[in-house]
């Protein structure tokens, strides 16, 4: 590819062979066709090479390194991609069809929107479908709590990250999109497509399952930091994690039920109160019901 592509698709892909070619064929049967597919292939020891080298579309730039680990993989990503914007997208889901000329659509309504994020749909172990923040203001409501976008579902102008340098910081290692988006949040507006731009996999090899503890502890730091960077009081680690996290407790189930219900509430007050809003009522609201659903499943 000679000249510039509109859209860089950064995958990042790491032991994926098994579900590479499903998600590459998601992105390059995207009716928007002027893109560039950058994979990152951070040291395979599987199948992801000939995966790879089975793909015929000029569109298609590997770039293979030693393996790094997910943030090396994403910033050699983001040094490497030629695109005036910047999609991201992992080696495991699916894209739906229509999102990239759907986020450019936006993008190009609304110039000082900095990245673009969609609503996901889960499959797999489980589904459903999961309602992201739509305005800048409900995303900064949400970044007190968690991210505000679904990190691989994302549309970024990529003069933006020229401009700022940011990039993925690896000592928030397995929350580093919370951080990242966080960080982008002082370059300009924010929000998310009312469309579900991506397929989310369930599978016990994700980081969210394997590393639970250590992206838990990023993830707390984030949302301290965060709150006093923007003049905010910190939701205490101890309320967001019982929001964020809730176990089940001992118990029969209406014993149970109570005891959840208690403990999830008064850090759910707590976040209203610190920083009243619509968004701020659903996100917390959201997580009251899926605590009680988790006592009663």
């Not at 992206?215 to 964020?244: K, M, N, P």
Request: glycine residues 6%.
């Amino acid at each position: 590819m000679t000249q510039r592509p509109l859209v860089t698709v950064l995958v990042p892909a790491y032991n994926a062979a098994p579900y590479l070619r499903e998600a590459l064929d998601s992105i390059l049967t995207q009716d928007h066709r002027d893109l560039e597919l950058l994979v990152v292939d951070d040291g395979s020891t599987d199948d992801t090479a000939q995966v790879l080298a089975a793909i015929d579309d000029t569109r298609l730039r590997v770039v293979r390194q030693d393996n790094t680990g997910l943030v090396g993989a994403l910033n050699r990503g983001l040094d490497e991609s030629r695109g005036a914007f910047l999609a991201r997208m992992d080696a495991d889901d699916i894209m739906p069809p229509g999102r990239l000329s759907a986020q450019l659509r936006a993008m190009s309504d609304d110039p000082e929107l900095t990245v673009c994020g969609t609503d996901y749909e889960l499959f797999g172990a489980f589904d459903g479908r999961v309602r992201m923040p739509r305005t800048d203001s409900a995303c900064r409501q949400r970044l007190l709590l968690a991210s505000c976008h679904c990190g691989a579902s994302v549309m970024i102008r990529s003069s933006v990250l020229q401009r700022s340098g940011i990039r993925f910081r690896p000592e928030f290692a397995h929350a580093e999109d919370y951080r990242f988006f966080t960080e982008l949040a002082a370059h300009g507006r924010m929000g998310n497509l009312p469309i579900v731009g991506y397929r989310y996999r369930i599978h016990p090899h994700q980081v969210s399952a394997v590393y639970s503890d250590e992206q838990r502890a990023a993830h707390l730091r984030i949302a301290r930091e965060y709150a006093t960077a923007t003049g905010v009081a910190a939701l205490g680690d101890a309320d967001l994690g019982r929001l964020l996290w809730a176990e089940r407790p001992d118990g029969s189930l209406p014993v149970a039920l109570a005891r959840q219900l208690s403990s999830v509430a008064v850090p759910a007050a707590r976040a209203v109160v610190r920083r009243p809003g619509v968004e701020t009522v659903r996100f917390v609201s959201r997580k009251v019901f899926e605590a009680a659903a988790r006592v009663r499943g």
